[in-house]
């Protein structure tokens, strides 16, 4: 049994993900881009929680560059927080095992990040955690997310799909790898359209609402508290 809910365990999830996730490098660029935009002009470090941490990448990439950064983790994954805490050894990073729904925090971050972590939840509950997402920023906070996304029509659906598929070819998967990775779609995993993110995003308490990024099936969106 997988000690979380992505495609692999912690321990060899850092040396696969990117033969999932097109641009997966570049969801963490553009998000350490727009907390650099943030951070510029001010005294102190920004806080920051990302909640689906994983092994911890985002944070180890965002501290290279700001490393007056105050960073929290969450995760429910045990293992995958274990292997983000090795990564990050020595440095000043709080850690909380918990899922984003069940986030309890207030008015306590300039930026709150959830990347590729909530499309296992059902549409009511994902909407739960980007509202527990909301109520951890601070006024005027950002709330940065990439998420996997399903297109406009069954049609276009199919086309994308079938696009992301030759991307896992080309990254080593066999045929039936890629028809059984494909089916946890609706099953183990549940992608929304942009526009269904855009109104779920803004009816968490978000005043203004935007895509940062998009391509193959996944997007990016940023959103001012
Ligand atoms: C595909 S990984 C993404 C990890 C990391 N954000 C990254 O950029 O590599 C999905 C992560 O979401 C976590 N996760 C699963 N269910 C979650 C939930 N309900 N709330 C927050 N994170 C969750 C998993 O444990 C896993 O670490």
Known sequence: MKDNKSSYDSGIYDANI?????????FHSQVIDVAKMISRGREKG????DTGCGTGTLAARALA??????ITLCDPSEGMLKIAKEKLKGKNISFNNIAS??????????IVTA???HHYYDI???????????????EEGIFMTFENIRMSTKESDAMALDRWG???????WTPE?????????????????????????????????????????????????
């Not at 990117?18 to 570049?26: F, I, K």
């Not at 980007?130 to 920023?137: G, I, S």
């Not at 030759?166 to 080593?172: I, R």
């Not at 942009?194 to 391509?215: D, P």
């Open 177 to 225: 790898k890629v028809k059984a990775h494909q089916a946890r779609r609706g099953v183990e995993m549940f992608p929304i359209t942009i526009e269904q993110h855009l109104e779920m995003i803004k009816n968490a308490g978000f005043r203004s609402v935007n895509i940062l990024w998009a391509s193959y099936m996944q997007a990016g969106f940023w959103a001012v508290k």
């Open 65 to 70: 560059e700001l490393p007056d950064t105050e």
């Open 101 to 110: 729904d069940a986030l309890a925090y207030e008015n306590e971050f300039d």
């Open 115 to 117: 990347i590729q972590s």
């Open 18 to 26: 990117t033969n999932v996730l097109p641009y997966y490098t570049e």
């Open 46 to 49: 920004i806080k920051w929680l």
């Open 124 to 138: 009511e509950t994902r909407s739960i955690a980007v509202k527990k997402c909301c109520r951890a920023l601070k």
């Open 166 to 172: 030759q991307f896992l070819l080309d990254h080593g």
